[in-house]
């Protein structure tokens, strides 16, 4: 009965298909604006609304309650986006910087 054990694990074994792993897809990255708005600004308006809604279910009970916590969090996640204080706002603070430019073999020989 062991030896009997002992072969059907070893067909079972030999039969299994070995592990096998397919090319990972490339991810895209997300868009920098949609509409002329900067992702990152749809972002955080997003998660005040949501932590707005959370906090203000939580702290008083309401049929509307919910929904105006969210309103709230998101123009003031929008408020604190855009800097209030008057300095450098947030969102020129997340402009992407300019790529270089690769430089052709033939450039470089003309240069020298």
Do not use: C, H
Not at 62 to 84: C, K, N, R
């Amino acid at each position: 009965m062991r030896n009997l054990i002992l072969v059907a694990a070893l067909v079972l074994f030999a039969v299994a298909p070995l592990p096998a792993a397919a090319q990972q897809k490339p991810i895209q990255a997300l868009p920098a604006t949609v509409d002329g708005i900067p992702t990152a600004k749809i972002v955080a308006i997003g998660l005040g609304a949501v932590f707005g809604a959370v906090v203000a279910d939580a702290v008083i009970v309401g049929d509307g309650v919910a929904l105006l916590g969210g309103t709230l969090g998101g123009v003031l996640a929008a408020w604190w986006y855009e800097g209030a204080s008057g300095g450098a706002s947030r969102a020129a603070l997340r402009q992407p910087v300019g790529t270089p430019v690769p430089v052709s073999a033939e450039q470089l020989a003309l240069s020298r």
